[in-house]
T-cell receptor, first 115, second 114 residues
Framework: GNSVTQMEGPVTLSEEAFLTINCTYT??????LFWYVQYPGEGLQLLLK?????DKGSNKGFEATYRKETTSFHLEKGSVQVSDSAVYFC??????????????FGKGTHLIIQP | DARVTQTPRHKVTEMGQEVTMRCQPI?????VFWYRQTMMQGLELLAY????????DSGMPKDRFSAEMPDATLATLKIQPSEPRDSAVYFC????????????FGDGTRLSIL
């Protein structure tokens, strides 16, 4: 079956540091890949997505590239801010004949940015 | 922006009581998902519907959980009888049914069973 593995935190960085959160996946076929972010007391918000190999998703300074050869979708940001503190989830969406299946999530990475 | 709406936001009740959680998906989305989030297990898919028909509920304990979509604007998740191990945050999400498109999540129902 499908699975997602991501580094578990908490990850603590200083403001303006470079961020990498690793994510690897196992899936049949050609899944779509997503990063979601969750702030305290809220639901998950889409951060970025990539739907095929070598696609790069980007949003709010975050980037991730769909690497089929290494089955990875690592999240990066060049300069983090205190407001980036949240929990980040890597996820994949499979596809059955009738349409999208549910998302398979990693365990989540708690990111803490210190001023 | 269109949003997925979940009610109630918080629910505290005693073991053995029935719990009903409701979800209003985004208008035009034909696929509705229920997820459960716990510290130990993370985010798990419980069930999902497409065009109001149940497609997969293999993630749900069948003896106590039930999910329905009485109409296109309402999805429900019921637990009867509830147990302390059901304490979690339950999220509803909706999407257009294409795996390339993201799912949109509600803010969740935080459930505590005493």
């Amino acid at each position: 079956g499908n699975s997602v593995t991501q580094m578990e935190g908490p990850v603590t960085l200083s403001e303006e540091a470079f961020l990498t959160i690793n994510c690897t996946y196992t899936a049949t076929g050609y899944p779509s890949l997503f990063w979601y972010v969750q702030y305290p007391g809220e639901g998950l918000q889409l951060l970025l997505k990539a739907t095929k190999a070598d696609d790069k998703g980007s949003n709010k300074g975050f980037e991730a590239t769909y690497r089929k050869e290494t089955t990875s979708f690592h999240l990066e940001k060049g300069s983090v801010q205190v407001s980036d503190s949240a929990v980040y989830f890597c996820a994949l969406s499979g596809y059955s004949g009738g349409g999208a299946d549910g998302l398979t999530f990693g365990k989540g990475t708690h990111l803490i940015i210190q001023p | 922006d269109a949003r997925v709406t979940q009610t109630p936001r918080h629910k505290v009740t005693e073991m053995g009581q029935e719990v009903t959680m409701r979800c209003q998906p985004i208008l035009g989305h034909n696929t509705v998902f229920w997820y459960r989030q716990t510290m130990m297990q993370g985010l798990e898919l419980l069930a999902y519907f497409r065009n109001r028909a149940p497609l997969d509920d293999s993630g749900m304990p069948k003896d106590r959980f039930s999910a329905e979509m009485p109409d296109a604007t309402l999805a429900t998740l019921k637990i009867q009888p509830s147990e302390p191990r059901d304490s979690a945050v339950y999220f509803c999400a909706s999407g257009p049914g294409n795996s390339n498109q993201p799912q949109h999540f509600g803010d969740g129902t935080r459930l505590s069973i005493l």
